[in-house]
Each structure stands twice: as structure tokens, then as C-alpha cells.
């Protein structure tokens, strides 16, 4: 009994390996087992155990396979669940339907399929991608997500205002993003550059040394603390602050920019 248990536990790991083989490292087991026998190792277990479990991973297995109809199949087996709309909304964006698509990731708060819709769409319409990535905001409000996640939709939602030139409301989101995460230093960083913009430099300020007692290490902090320190009309402190920039990323786009400023 215990053998059989271990061979049936081995199988199931064998076919998980092989339709989740895109995330394991090159050249690991995973790669090298066929998805084909992991599709048919998961269907042998359906007809003896017919698990939400077992219809999700043939669903994904299919999906990734590109028979969107024996995907569809499967996933018309699961309940109503977030995994089911991500799912759906999974079939619908290989089919090409993206409105589709973004209305079940949107429901099924799956962060990272709808980041991938709203940088797909920000290539040529911005307004458009605001507007998902406010739906992904308000759903992840209502579900009660960690406030690590709300923090990130409002910074992208801030970047997405940013490029539409709406610096206020920009920098209302960064300042929400950092309410909900007061020890991120690239949200600090954002609404440093933001206060900047908008000729709030006290206010960039304290971002900016926020930001470095954080990350001690930010190249962007000491740069943008130097910015400021050169609109105040110290000159000497920009420069203190361009070196210790330098010092940890010369490469910094925004020590570039100091730099310029100090010409």
C-alpha cells in the first residue's frame, strides 16, 4: 500500500513537472519530461479521481499545448473560483480576445496577467491602460489583498498618469502607495521625483532622504536629493550628493541628469 501510494505521489509530481516545466531551470528533470505525459498522467487521474485540482492542471496543460477547446473543456469541470476566471480569461487572451481576457484577470485579481495587458496597451493608448489598471486597483481594494499589492497598482496607476501628463493626480497615487508601503524605496523615489516636478521641493526632499535611510545604497535618492539641493542654490551639497550617487550606480539615469544640471 505505502509502495503504491509513493509511485501514485511520483507520478502526479512527474506531471505537474512537465506542465509547469517553462518555470524550472534549464536543462533541470522538469524539462526534459514531455507535456504530452503529463496530459495524459493527469487524465488517467480524472477518470479515477475527477478533482477541481486535476481539471485545473489539464486545463493549464492544454492551454500551454494551444488546444484551447479541450482547455475550455476542462474548465467548464471547476467551480466558480478566481482560478476558474484567470483560466477563462487565459483561453481568451490566446484566442486573441483581449477585452475578454481582461475582464476575467480583472475578476480573478491575477496581478501579473493584467500588468502584462496594461504594458501591452500603454505601447498605444495610455488612457487605456490607466483605466485597467484602476479596475485591478478596485478589485484588489474589495478582496482585502495585502497592501504591498494595492501599493504597486497605485504606483503603476501613478506612472500612468506621469506619461499622460497629469502630474497631480500622479502624485496623489505615489503618495497613496507610499502610505501603504512606507519602507518601499521606489515609491518614495516616485513621489520624490514627482514633488520635483511639480516644484514641491521640501516636499521632494523629505522623500528623497527618506528614501536613502531605506536604501542607503539608491543611487536615484542621492541624485534626486542633489536636484533639489541645486534648485535651493546649493551647489556644494549637489555635488556631495553626485558623488555618493556615482559611487553606487554611475550608470543612474537620474545622476545623468544632475550631472547636466551642474555644468
Keep these: 500500500m505505502v509502495a503504491a501510494l509513493a509511485l501514485a505521489l511520483a507520478a502526479v509530481q512527474l506531471a505537474s513537472d512537465a506542465i509547469f516545466a517553462s518555470a524550472a531551470a534549464p536543462g533541470s528533470v522538469p524539462t526534459r519530461v514531455p507535456l504530452s505525459a503529463g496530459i495524459a498522467i493527469y487524465q488517467a487521474i480524472a477518470r479515477v479521481a475527477p478533482a477541481p485540482y486535476v481539471y485545473d492542471m489539464l486545463a493549464r496543460a492544454e492551454v500551454k499545448r494551444g488546444d484551447l477547446t479541450a482547455a475550455q473543456r476542462y474548465v467548464q469541470q471547476l467551480p466558480d473560483s478566481p482560478a476558474r476566471s484567470e483560466l477563462i480569461g487565459r483561453i481568451a487572451q490566446a484566442r486573441g480576445d483581449h477585452r475578454a481576457a481582461q475582464r476575467y484577470f480583472v475578476a480573478a485579481g491575477d496581478i501579473l496577467a493584467i500588468d502584462g495587458e496594461v504594458q501591452r496597451l500603454a505601447r498605444s493608448d495610455l488612457r487605456a491602460a490607466y483605466a485597467l489598471e484602476l479596475q485591478l486597483k478596485n478589485r484588489l481594494d474589495q478582496s482585502g489583498t495585502h497592501p504591498d499589492a494595492v501599493a504597486e ?111
Design 153 to 263: 497598482a497605485y504606483w503603476r496607476l501613478g506612472v500612468l498618469l506621469a506619461l499622460q501628463g497629469r502630474t497631480r493626480e500622479a502624485m496623489e497615487n505615489y503618495t497613496q502607495a507610499v502610505a501603504l508601503s512606507p519602507i518601499s524605496g521606489k515609491y518614495l523615489i516616485a513621489a520624490g521625483f514627482q514633488s520635483y516636478d511639480l516644484h514641491q521641493n521640501a516636499q521632494a526632499q523629505q522623500y528623497f532622504q527618506r528614501a536613502m535611510s531605506v536604501d542607503p545604497a539608491s543611487a536615484d535618492a542621492y541624485a534626486g536629493a542633489g536636484m533639489v539641493a541645486l534648485r535651493f542654490g546649493d551647489r556644494a551639497g549637489a555635488r556631495m550628493y553626485a558623488a555618493r550617487a556615482r559611487e553606487h550606480d554611475p550608470a543612474s539615469q537620474a545622476l545623468k541628469t544632475l550631472q547636466d544640471q551642474l555644468r
